[in-house]
């Protein structure tokens, strides 16, 4: 017995010492490490998503912005233990019952239905998505366990469709899927951060625990040119002639002479970034006025009249005899308004839009030589502007002309232009004759407010400053209550345009269709703006003068207030159209 309570006692000891070296080596060696894997399994880290960074006019107004949110969600597994006291210590309810008797009134839902929804083995179901930080805190300050948070950030669109293909819109993800949105998305996505917190084993937040935050950095702001309130109002004239004469859309571009950016980029059918839906996707992920080419028709005019200009060819009062209908080089032309022979000046063949006086002016050049003015007011060429979908127009090489399309490239017709290559046109001649390619940002800012200003094309002299002058001299004419612009007038500034009706195919291929254009600058004296506008196959009014003149006259009016551009000084020159008889 002596020794079997020996052998037993040493047993005993042996555990004891083994036990004791254990703990000893646990606490002494391990314990450090122990403690440290204990508490990361304690910790749990959320994203805090950055908010997508703001897209303002040139006045710093909103166009889109976005918000902090919260999805709150229920763990069904852990919201199960949740245990409601009084102040007394008393257990009140239990599980989802409890959960759902509190949080019920805060997400304005019906307890029951928000209680069933919470029972389950699932760990993560939505409850309410979108509320508002104060609402979140106000929940995460009844400490129930298993109700969970998810940062998300709103994007809105404060101002409906106004520029809403220009800006364009995200999915429901808050991945950028057209637009500005798409094209600058780098300069928009800030950095994610990130909140790590002590859970107890209950699944609550432990308030003495780890609470370590690393903040979000907002995304960048990106600057349009766009005026937002000429924006507007130019929206609304295109969405009511595209209506009133059943045309397949409408476009306005108005370009400050002073920087080169638009302050008007617009067309009719506008998306609204909000319900991008609600909009057919050919109509939402693209903007016509740069995508959508067409024939200028006699807009083009300016282009040969230009150079003819600038090569000392032609002035103001040099005289061609002109008759309608006219063969030249085996083709015959008509001009808009049947005429007996004239002997009409350059500046009324201009007034007068005359495709066979435009013709006699340009066959003074070389196709080749037309081909170069064509290219250097920006035809046929990318104009760089920082919208997806960009088309160069369709322009032929000179020597690809056959004998109808040399002649006819004169007057406008046998190639096609963009809107905003069209603007960009009548904006050289507003300028002193320099080409400057237009855009619509202005610049990105940084978080940290560090702003860069996007890498400008470089700007090239297209006629000389003494042509242009000319130019809008004789353009003036145009809005002559005799010619063929008038309605393009506008009270107390002196007014450069003109403008264009060019055929184009049906659906059956028959020129029984136009397009309807006015471009211009304002003042003719002091040049601001330029101005185009297009109404693409009207099904009635069907000329520049008649639909797309008033449209210039309200818009450009309306920048011309908005900026507070002083009104002309002095008289239009007038030149004679007609000599003769016919005088």
């Excluded at 995200?170 to 899927?177: A, K, M, Q, R």
């Excluded at 002035?315 to 061609?320: A, E, G, R, W």
Aim: hydrophobic letters at 40%.
């Amino acid at each position: 017995m002596r020794q079997r309570r020996n052998t037993i006692g040493i047993i005993f000891l042996v555990v004891f010492v083994g036990i004791a070296a254990r703990l000893v080596f646990i606490q002494g060696v391990q314990g450090s490490e122990l403690a440290a894997e204990a508490r990361e399994n304690r910790l749990r880290t959320y994203t805090i998503t950055a908010p997508r960074g703001d897209i303002i006019d040139i006045d710093g107004e909103l166009l889109a912005t976005s918000t902090v949110r919260y999805n709150v969600a229920v763990n069904q597994k852990k919201v199960a233990g949740f245990i409601l006291k009084d102040d007394d210590g008393t257990v009140i309810d239990t599980g989802a019952s409890a959960a759902s008797d509190l949080l019920a009134p805060i997400l304005g839902r019906d307890p029951a239905e928000l209680g069933a929804q919470m029972v389950g083995d699932a760990t993560w179901v939505y409850l309410k998505k979108g509320i508002e930080p104060s609402v979140w805190r106000e929940i995460r300050a009844l400490g129930i366990v298993g109700i969970e948070p998810e940062r998300v950030t709103d994007r809105l669109y404060p101002n409906g469709n106004t520029a809403g293909n220009l800006i364009g819109y995200v999915g429901v993800d808050g991945e950028p899927l057209a637009g500005i949105e798409y094209r600058f998305n780098d300069a928009l996505t800030g950095t994610d951060g990130s909140e790590t917190v002590e859970i107890g084993a209950g699944g609550q937040v432990i308030p003495t625990g780890t609470n370590d935050t690393v903040e979000s950095v907002p995304g960048g702001t990106v600057q349009l040119t766009i005026n937002r309130d000429i924006q507007f109002a130019a929206q609304q004239a295109a969405d009511e002639t595209t209506a009133k004469y059943g045309a397949q859309w409408t476009g306005v571009a108005v370009q400050d002479l002073t920087t080169g950016g638009l302050v008007v980029l617009a067309e009719s059918g506008m998306v609204d970034p909000a319900n991008p839906t609600d909009t057919p996707a050919a109509a939402r992920n693209t903007v016509r006025s740069v995508s959508s080419p067409y024939e200028p028709g006699s807009t083009g005019k300016l282009v040969t009249i230009s150079a003819a200009i600038n090569e000392g060819l032609v002035d103001p009062l040099s005289t061609l005899e002109v008759s309608t209908p006219q063969t030249i080089d085996g083709q015959t032309f008509k001009d808009p308004v049947e005429h007996p022979t004239q002997i009409m000046t350059t500046a009324g063949i201009l007034a007068e839009s005359s495709n066979v006086g435009t013709v006699l002016i340009g066959n003074h050049m070389s196709d080749a030589e037309r081909y170069e003015y064509i290219r250097s007011f920006g035809f046929g060429s990318l104009t760089g502007i920082e919208l997806a979908g960009e088309s160069a127009g369709i322009l032929y090489p000179s020597d690809q002309w056959d004998g109808r399309t040399r002649m006819a490239t004169m007057f406008g017709q046998g190639y096609a232009v963009t809107l905003v290559q069209n603007v960009a046109m009548v904006a050289a001649i507003g300028n002193g004759g320099v080409y400057q390619s237009p855009y619509i940002v202005e610049r990105t800012i940084a978080a940290d407010g560090t702003a860069t200003v996007p890498e400008r094309a470089e700007t090239h002299q297209v006629i000389s400053p003494e042509a242009a002058e000319t130019m809008l001299s004789m353009m003036e004419g145009v809005v002559h209550e005799d010619s063929t612009g008038p309605k393009a007038a506008i009270e107390g500034y002196r007014v450069a345009g003109k403008t264009g009706t060019a055929q184009t195919a049906d659906a059956s291929g028959a020129l029984t269709q136009t397009v309807a254009n006015f471009v211009g600058v304002v003042p003719a004296d002091n040049p601001r703006f330029a101005v185009a506008v297009v109404v693409y196959k009207p099904q009635s009014g069907f000329y520049g003068g008649t639909i797309a003149a008033p449209i210039f006259h309200d818009i450009a009016e309306f920048a011309l207030h908005t900026y507070g551009v002083e009104p002309s000084s002095g008289e239009a020159p007038l030149f004679p159209w007609i000599i003769g008889e016919d005088e």
